[in-house]
Nanobody, 115 residues
Framework: QVQLVESGGGEVQPGGSLRLSCKVS????????MGWYRQHPEKGRDWVAF???????KYTESVEGRFTISRDSAKNMIYLQMNSLNIEDTAVYLCWGIDDGTEYWGKGTLVTVFS
């Protein structure tokens, strides 16, 4: 059973940075494609960034150039480096993975951007 556990959320002022982490158990090699979604208060869940086992990445337009997704296979981790944060980035960020048609979700970590 694959488990995803996020960390790194917090409060930051506009223009600031945070790095989110997602620990993959038992192994990152159990999940080919991984990424991050975010859920805004009273809104639906939107995808943010994806990374594949071949290190191909894709970003939603609103974070392109500000966020960077990466993976460390040796540590079974994926990361989301978030720079130039703005108030609209406030959300619960969820780690996600899919392999052979099965989806996996973490419980989320809250990012709050406030002035």
């Amino acid at each position: 059973q694959v488990q995803l556990v996020e960390s790194g959320g917090g409060e930051v002022q506009p223009g600031g940075s945070l790095r989110l982490s997602c620990k993959v158990s038992p192994s990152i090699f159990s999940v080919y494609k991984m990424g991050w979604y975010r859920q805004h208060p009273e809104k639906g869940r939107d995808w943010v960034a994806f990374i594949t086992g071949d290190d191909l990445t894709k970003y939603t337009e609103s974070v392109e150039g500000r966020f960077t997704i990466s993976r460390d296979s040796a540590k079974n981790m994926i990361y989301l480096q978030m720079n130039s944060l703005n108030i609209e980035d406030t959300a619960v960020y969820l780690c996600w993975g899919i392999d052979d048609g099965t989806e996996y979700w973490g419980k989320g970590t809250l990012v709050t951007v406030f002035s």
